[in-house]
């Protein structure tokens, strides 16, 4: 159903912010249903039709979304609002669960699960549609959050298809890397797309190894995903109950502190206020973090562009009076491992089996219950579970061919965390006396940050040019000791300064001047 025509709203979905419609709303000048109708338009014009950016799997349906609208927009007039972005729409990666009564089934990316609503809500969406905020929209997902197919391409789904960035014109590229260049960057990629074409001011993604920051990346974004533990994880697929968090993404440094602060279990005041002169930052040399790994072909006017703007982002924190340190040393994703293998990897497809169990008993009537009949599901409707151009599901069979115990699973998390958090993360900051590492932000220090539990986080910095840089964004990914979650947003208050507010993809503005 298309949405209705509503009063001239004051505001142009692909540059407002949170802060912004917040301030319409306080005026009058907008309401939340003007709010809502405007973006579900946005969503129907880029979604399947016009660019096909195929971030959404399901919007929220129309009728429920002005419902919700127009009670939020009652109590508003009465002079009651439940919390600070009361009346704000965002977007939720779609391994969160919602219930019937959302409108939105939860599928993972799924086709097996393509018609399945959760008994209830996960604790993230209950917390924040207590405050107000209104779920808009179940972004797309590499499947299963790229643990189903042999290097599944980032932000694709038997379900969905191939989200494609907002930036690239043509979309992904046949041949390109599984995270290559002209692909959206990760398996949160939906929930980045929908705020850089403006299909929300706001998203959540999740992660289990940088989906969150690099999707983010590379939609010229600022996102985080907090300390391990701080956010609730009830309620939402996941590849390791050790591992997984749940992140947000902004167009802007106060609208992710907004939403951060939402989302409870994170200071982000410890330091507001402090100038440039209280900020230590560590950074990693690009050439040893493999920042270029990326583009196929490999193109050196690329690699420059990175390294240039890596350069340049360095020198404007020292002249405005920050303290750089380079090159600050991590250890390497190879000396993480335990026993030759990867932790993240090897813990995951071992905690996997039980993890799809406990996700499939808070569907309603879902139409697998198990790993083993969810991966004969695939098999016997393989058209439609396992179309072209990924065929398998080998990742699924992995698991339950891992080897791994409950002990030795233990074992390896207790190698990585101590190896990547006290003696790698935190030993680095202290000896350098910096509040936090950045390096680029395609670069794998957040996997570094992923096995410590620590936060990680990105901020926009410049556009890759060129034939191989194919306009997308390019920023700076940031990690941190545990805590360290307000230092790096007061980090993205003073750096948003520095490079200006939001820019819109140049590919949608394009074709929003040409209609």
């Known amino acids: ?27 009058g000048q907008l309401t939340s249903v003007q709010i809502v109708t405007h973006y579900l338009a946005q969503i129907q014009k880029h979604n399947r039709a016009g660019l096909a950016l195929r971030a959404i799997i399901s919007p929220a349906p129309l009728a429920i979304a002005l419902t919700h609208a127009h009670a939020l927009d009652r109590e508003r007039a009465a002079g009651k609002t439940r919390g600070p972005l009361h009346g704000i729409p965002l977007l939720v990666k779609d391994a969160i669960l919602t219930a019937a009564a959302t409108g939105m089934p939860t599928t993972a990316g799924a086709t097996a699960f393509a018609h399945c609503f959760a008994r209830a809500n996960a604790a993230v969406v209950e917390r924040l549609t207590q405050q107000g905020l209104l779920i808009l929209g179940k972004a797309s997902l590499t499947e299963f959050c790229g643990h189903k197919a042999t290097c599944t391409t980032a932000g694709w789904s038997a379900l969905n298809g191939q989200t494609q960035s907002a930036y690239v014109v043509g979309g992904f590229r046949a041949g ?15 929930s980045a797309v929908g705020v850089s074409a403006g299909f929300a001011p706001l998203a959540l993604g ?10 983010a990346n590379r939609a010229g974004l600022y996102a985080m995903t907090p300390t391990r533990g701080a956010v609730s994880l009830e309620g939402v697929f996941a590849l390791s109950r050790d591992f997984d968090k749940i992140g947000a993404m902004a167009k802007g440094a106060a609208d992710l502190a907004l939403l951060m602060s939402a989302l409870g279990g994170v200071k982000v005041d410890e330091s507001i206020g402090r100038g440039w002169e209280h900020v230590a930052i560590g ?14 072909p490999r193109d050196e006017s690329v690699d420059a562009q990175i390294i240039a703007h890596y350069d340049w982002a360095k020198a404007q924190i020292q ?19 335990y026993e030759g293998k990867s932790v993240s990897h090897s813990v995951a497809s071992h905690q996997i089996p039980s993890l799809m169990e406990e996700f499939c008993s808070k569907l309603v009537d879902p139409p697998v219950r198990s790993l083993p009949e969810l991966i004969e599901w695939n098999r016997k409707n393989a058209s439609r579970a396992m179309p072209e151009p990924h065929t398998n599901q080998a990742y699924l069979l992995e698991t339950l061919e891992s080897s791994m115990t409950d002990a030795t699973a233990a074992a390896a998390l207790a190698h990585g965390r101590r190896l990547a958090g006290p003696a790698g993360i935190d030993r680095a900051l202290a000896d350098h006396s910096v509040d936090f590492i ?8 957040c996997a570094v940050a992923a096995l410590a539990g620590y936060p990680t986080a990105v901020v926009p910095l410049g556009i890759l040019e060129g034939e191989g840089g194919m306009g ?9 000791g545990a805590g360290g979650e307000g230092r ?18 140049l590919l949608l503005r394009a074709t929003e001047e040409g209609e």
């Open 1 to 27: 159903m298309a949405p209705p025509d509503t009063p001239s709203a004051s505001f142009d979905p692909l540059t407002a912010t949170a802060v912004d419609l917040l301030a319409s709303l306080k005026s």
């Open 176 to 190: 390109d890397l599984f995270m290559g260049r002209s692909g959206p960057g990760g398996s949160s990629s939906g």
């Open 206 to 215: 999740t992660e289990t190894s940088g989906s969150v920051v690099m999707p």
């Open 283 to 296: 950074f990693v040399d690009p050439r040893v973090w493999d920042a270029f790994r990326y583009n196929e």
């Open 319 to 337: 002249d405005r009076g920050g303290r750089v340190v380079y090159p600050v040393e991590l250890p390497s994703m190879e000396s993480l491992r």
């Open 438 to 445: 950045i390096g680029p932000g395609d670069c794998a220090i």
């Open 472 to 480: 997308q964004p390019q920023g700076l990914m940031m990690i941190s």
């Open 488 to 505: 790096m947003l007061e980090f993205m208050r003073l750096w948003e300064d520095v490079v200006g507010g939001w820019k819109v993809p």
